[in-house]
């Protein structure tokens, strides 16, 4: 809950290089943080989630890592590909959030270039 | 992953008019949906939360009488603009929360496009 500082706006990575999405969060009762994946004139698809009690996740070329004493957690994209680009989307969820509502960041758009 | 429909995907409609949107989720039940507005090049802005059975809770500064929500299943929720003008043109998400134990998670719709002459 509260706010989710997303950094940065934009990022430019060649193909088959990494890239690296950094959000931060305030409440420190968050135990849920997604990421979704954004295509232009689509609705966000849930890419990767963790909650509180792990501190890193991987699925293929996707992982995401939380720092709970930080407050902050980043998705890192290995090998990317064109259709990687897109826009990316941080949120958490507070235990105090009202019928489980997310936060969101302001969004990351990612551009992979040939 | 789960899978959420919206109807339609596009809508023109004139000044004035009334509009309905359709959110269902097609492979669990949700008690609860939510309605979501995006400006270009924007984050998801929350509009409303739809419970099913009992009054959907709006965020502030969204119009309960211009944006009429009903969630009268588990699989479906609407949102009606009613009586639309130009400014109400936009890019209107909802979600759908799975939250069988474990899942807890937010499904998003594909979207549908209003554009209000």
């Known amino acids: 809950g509260e706010n989710v500082e997303q950094h940065p706006s934009t990022l430019s990575v060649q193909e088959g290089d990494s890239a690296v999405i950094k959000c931060t969060y305030s409440?420190?009762?968050?135990?849920?943080f997604p990421w979704y994946k954004q295509e232009l004139g689509k609705g966000p698809q849930l890419i990767i989630d963790?909650?509180?009690?792990?501190g890193e996740k991987k699925d293929q070329r996707i992982a995401v890592t939380l720092n709970k004493t930080a407050k902050h957690f980043s998705l890192h994209i290995t090998e990317t590909q064109p259709e990687d680009s897109a826009v990316y989307f941080c949120a958490d969820k507070s235990l105090n959030a009202l019928w489980g509502k997310l936060q969101f960041g302001a969004g990351t758009q990612v551009v992979v270039t040939p | 992953g789960a899978v959420v429909s919206q109807h339609p995907s596009r809508v023109i409609c004139k000044s004035g008019t009334s509009v309905k949107i359709e959110c269902r989720s097609l492979d669990f039940q949700a008690t609860t949906m939510f309605w979501y507005r995006q400006f270009p090049k924007k984050s998801l802005m929350l509009m409303a939360t739809?419970?099913?059975?009992?009054?959907?809770?709006?965020e502030q500064g969204v119009e309960k009488d211009k944006f009429l929500i009903n969630h009268a299943s588990l699989t479906l929720s609407t949102l009606t603009v009613t009586s639309a003008h130009p400014e109400d043109s936009s890019f209107y998400i909802c979600?759908?929360?799975?939250?069988?134990?474990?899942?807890?998670?937010?499904?998003f719709g594909p979207g549908t496009r209003l554009l209000v002459l």
């Open positions: 409440d420190s009762a968050s135990n849920y």
């Open positions: 739809s419970n099913e059975g009992s009054k959907a809770t709006y």
């Open positions: 963790i909650r509180s009690n792990v």
């Open positions: 979600s759908a929360r799975d939250e069988f134990p474990g899942k807890e998670t937010q499904y």
